[in-house]
């Protein structure tokens, strides 16, 4: 049975919905939503589907099934009584939080090492799948057999995920919430001009653009992760919040 490694802290008014990246889970993100919830926001990480599990799993979702469950995440806040919620998203989550900013009306975002360009490189599929099942300790041999099964999937996932973020790209000047871009100067898995790309393709008049010259990809837990928490409290502080008790 799956496990869901969806988690919810309640620290306050203000909600942050914090999402994680492709092929990955909550627990690369829980340290910084335990550092946002320290300093006052109710944070929830949702859990996309398949994220975590096996790979004959992981390979049967989807990316518009991972943007429902980031999107499911945000009216979760709201039925939790949270009107004022801004997006922090880290790889893929960046790219969702793009999107939902492109679609809903947010707070702010934060879309961190997102991967949005109109001329778009990614680790491929297959890196990510390896990478995990080295992770379970599956044999080399095993593995490489396994993604020779896996291949139609993979490249469907692919594909599917290529579409997925070129559509994001071409719809991104509709954005005019604050945001906040951050990008690892060290990113091994896509081009740092993509946090340029966006900087200056959205239409925000409140935005800045944070470059991490220590980090790489996985931003949010590398070598200057607490810079980077220090850098979005002090972008959420300073946004103007309506104050209202949660019921």
């Not at 409140?206 to 991490?212: R, S």
């Amino acid at each position: 049975m799956s496990t869901d490694r969806s988690f919810l802290i309640k620290a306050g008014s203000r909600a942050v919905l914090l999402l994680h990246g492709f092929a990955g889970t909550t627990e690369d993100v829980r340290e910084l939503g335990e550092y946002l919830a320290e300093n006052g926001y109710t944070v929830y990480a949702p859990n996309y589907r398949g994220h975590g599990e096996e790979p004959a799993i992981f390979l049967k979702t989807t990316p518009d099934m991972w943007y429902e469950d980031a999107t499911a995440g945000y009216k979760h806040l709201q039925d939790q009584g949270y009107h004022e919620i801004a997006i922090v998203g880290a790889a893929m989550g960046g790219v969702f939080a793009l999107k939902m900013a492109e679609t809903f009306a947010p707070k702010a975002i934060a879309p961190l090492c997102a991967n949005v360009n109109r001329k778009m490189r990614y680790i491929p599929v297959e890196n990510y799948l390896l990478k995990s099942m080295r992770k379970d300790g599956i044999a080399e041999q095993d593995a490489q057999v396994m993604l020779t099964n896996y291949a139609p999937e993979i490249g469907k996932m692919a594909d599917a995920r290529s579409e997925f973020y070129k559509t994001v790209a071409s719809e991104i000047e509709r954005i005019e919430v604050p945001t906040m871009i951050g990008q690892g100067c060290r990113d091994e898995e896509i081009s740092a001009d993509d946090a340029n790309y966006i900087f200056k393709n959205i239409h925000s008049d409140d935005k800045q653009l944070c470059f991490y010259a220590g980090s790489g990809h996985d931003i949010t837990n590398d070598c200057e992760k607490d810079i980077l928490g220090e850098d979005l409290v002090y972008f959420l502080d300073d946004l103007m919040w309506l104050e209202q008790e949660v019921m």
